[in-house]
């Protein structure tokens, strides 16, 4: 069960509509996941600074269970959603970072449980 976080200083307008049903899609693809298992959360328009500028630029959180565990995994993953995401937001890679969070599926509530018992 992926988690992405986009965030970005981008304003709203500047965000391509439909983005986050397609940032779902892409990371279904990028982390071998069901499309129908991964969340998606978008947030433009905040005060940022990415490298110590407030250029355009996002940052993303991807979280999940067993597929961002290792540097081997995470290489793989990055370059698919940098891929993505340069094209979606019209920004250079150094304005991108993106940060891979391995969870446990104790640390997930779903259906008044946690993943670990579903």
Known sequence: MPFVELDTNLPADRV????EKRLCAATASILG??????NVTVRPGLVMAVNGSAEPAA??????????????ENRGHSA???EFL???????????IIRFLPLEPWQIGKKGTVMTFL
């Open 33 to 38: 996941k069901p499309e129908d298992r991964v």
């Open 59 to 72: 940052q993303m959180l991807v979280s999940s269970i067993g597929v961002v565990g290792t540097a081997e």
């Open 80 to 82: 698919g959603f940098f």
């Open 86 to 96: 340069t094209k979606e937001l019209d920004l250079a890679q150094d304005r991108i």
């Open 16 to 19: 391509p509509a439909g983005l």
